[in-house]
T-cell receptor, first 115, second 109 residues
Framework: NAGVTQTPKFRVLKTGQSMTLLCAQD?????MYWYRQDPGMGLRLIHY???????AKGEVPDGYNVSRLNKREFSLRLESAAPSQTSVYFC??????????????FGPGTRLLVL | GQNIDQPTEMTATEGAIVQINCTYQ??????LFWYQQHAGEAPTFLSY??LDGLEEKGRFSSFLSRSKGYSYLLLKELQMKDSASYLC??????????WGAGTKLIIKP
């Protein structure tokens, strides 16, 4: 039982390059989330999914696209990376959105540096 | 707007007790979470409060007062491994989770 996994762990991009971050969970969770975490700021929600085939915008969606590939997998794509997207990206999943079901379980994170 | 306030940094001594406060102003309230995050690692769940009062779990306790928009995390018998950031998060009326910036706790021997 791996929980939530993310690939890659670390990446350096040049401005304008594209990349896809992959997230997978083996807890049979319906809900999946992509966050970014920057120094001095709380976790900020980029996009989320409430089930297979669904996606929705979070607080900071601009410059990012997501795809819920199946119940297990949720990808985040940067089409044209910018230095402002340098951050640590966390994927999370939860069983539901009510009460304790909203407890989110996080992947180890992807550290992205855009030059 | 929605806002969660926590102290940026706190320092405490090994073996002592520390209280980390969290105040929130959100559109509605459906629960409050505390997470622990060690440097370079992912946040991990610590506690959940939805009713007023104290929830105790080993060395950690979490308190909630909904009328005051206030919670605290109490850590007893501090150990060096408790050095981490502690994140407060509130579920609003739309069941969106709003995160505080976190409190970095430094434990000194």
């Amino acid at each position: 039982n791996a929980g939530v996994t993310q690939t890659p762990k670390f990446r350096v991009l040049k401005t304008g390059q594209s990349m896809t971050l992959l997230c997978a969970q083996d807890m049979n969770h319906e809900y999946m989330y992509w966050y970014r975490q920057d120094p001095g700021m709380g976790l900020r929600l980029i996009h989320y999914s409430v089930g297979e085939g669904t996606t929705a915008k979070g607080e900071v969606p601009d410059g990012y696209n997501v795809s819920r590939l199946n119940k297990r997998e949720f990808s985040l794509r940067l089409e044209s990376a910018a230095p402002s997207q340098t951050s640590v990206y966390f994927c999370a999943s939860s069983y539901g959105t009510s009460g304790r079901q909203e407890t989110q379980y996080f992947g180890p994170g992807t550290r992205l540096l855009v030059l | 707007g929605q806002n969660i306030d926590q102290p940026t940094e706190m320092t405490a001594t090994e073996g002592a007790i520390v209280q980390i406060n969290c105040t929130y102003q959100t559109s509605g309230f459906n629960g409050l979470f505390w997470y622990q995050q060690h440097a370079g690692e992912a946040p991990t769940f610590l506690s959940y409060n939805v009713l007023d009062g104290l929830e105790e779990k080993g060395r950690f306790s979490s308190f909630l007062s909904r009328s005051k928009g206030y919670s605290y995390l109490l850590l007893k018998e501090l150990q060096m491994k408790d050095s981490a950031s502690y994140l407060c998060a509130v579920t609003d009326s739309n069941y969106q989770l709003i995160w505080g910036a976190g409190t970095k706790l430094i434990i000194k021997p």
